[in-house]
């Protein structure tokens, strides 16, 4: 079914489904050998999911005669991709921390457990922002199991598409103190204009000395919607009803460095493959990539506002 703009989901549907198999990819590079996280909060909320596909994904139980798409040399690539991805915005968020930033927003924070995992300073304040359904299913699975956040953490339930920038003001965000931002896997799912209204929105939010973290994938201007349909049909077949072909938005759109940097933010990036490099993995074949093809991950931070 084709986005629409007010369209919802859970955790097993639509775009929350993603942010399942997203968390099941960090649980697989938590178990890894040379794993480069370390998430011990990913396969109990993907279990507490319940979505087969996913758990079998977790056990290593999707064999190569049930589905192509995770042959070793494809479920490799997945791992490293998610492991100098998930690392990469760990690391961000511990630079900005030790640079003194106490304020931190996770935009569609879906199962994201950094609040809980990582080792934030004293006096953090994490905020969340998600789904209503989204958050309360991550705040009392990871309460049943005895979880506790280590900063204080501010669940915000809006979805983004609404007036999010008064929902986080409301419940406590300082706009005169420096903010450190995420989107992680979030923008192949706005609107090209959606997504330049996500970070004008957190331009005005931010203070100088803020900084903001994202990645872009120049792939998404000539997706093809057609393939990524046609994959998803070998998904539903054994179990995970999701068509990636609807989900994202495809097209031009700003490249996310110019734009911010046109927004007084000093922003750079590093693509996927320097980080594979850098953490001494294999780079992946360009058949068992990612369809979307090279991702770059992107910082920067506002020196001063543009009137």
Do not use: C
Not at 238 to 247: E, F, K, Q, V
């Amino acid at each position: 079914m084709p986005r629409a703009h007010d369209d919802n989901w859970d955790l097993a549907s639509s775009v929350g489904a993603t942010a399942t198999m997203v968390a099941a990819g960090r649980a697989m590079v938590t178990k890894a050998p040379d794993g480069l996280i370390n998430d011990p909060f990913a396969e109990p909320l993907v279990r507490a999911v319940g979505v087969d596909f996913f758990t079998k994904m977790m056990d290593g139980e999707l064999g190569t005669e049930a589905l192509e798409d995770f042959r070793p040399e494809r479920v490799q690539a997945m791992i490293g991709g998610m492991g100098v991805r998930t690392k990469y915005f760990d690391e961000y968020f511990i630079d900005a921390t030790n640079a003194g930033i106490r304020q931190v927003v996770i935009l569609a924070s879906g199962l994201d457990a950094r609040a809980y995992r990582l080792p934030w300073p004293d006096g953090t304040v994490l905020y969340e922002i998600d789904q209503p359904q989204v958050i309360e299913f991550k705040t009392t699975t990871l309460a049943d199991i005895g979880a506790e956040p280590t900063a204080t953490r501010r669940a915000v339930a809006i979805d983004l598409r609404g007036d999010w920038p008064t929902a986080v003001t409301q419940a406590g965000l300082d706009t005169s103190q420096p903010t450190a931002w995420l989107a992680e896997g979030l923008l192949i799912y706005l609107p090209p204009e959606a997504q330049d209204r996500l970070f004008d929105n957190i331009t005005a939010l931010s203070a100088p000395g803020s900084t903001v973290a994202t990645e872009f994938v120049p792939g998404i201007v000539d997706f093809d919607v057609e393939k990524a349909s046609e994959m998803s049909g070998r998904f539903r077949d054994h179990g995970l009803d999701i068509d990636m072909g609807s989900l994202v938005y495809s097209g031009a759109r700003n490249h996310v460095v110019d734009y911010l940097r046109d927004k007084g933010w000093d922003a750079d990036g590093v693509t996927r493959t320097e980080l594979f490099e850098q953490h001494g993995l294999q780079i992946p074949a360009p058949d068992d990539d990612d369809p979307l093809g090279e991702i770059i991950f992107i910082s920067g931070r506002l020196d001063q506002k543009r009137a």
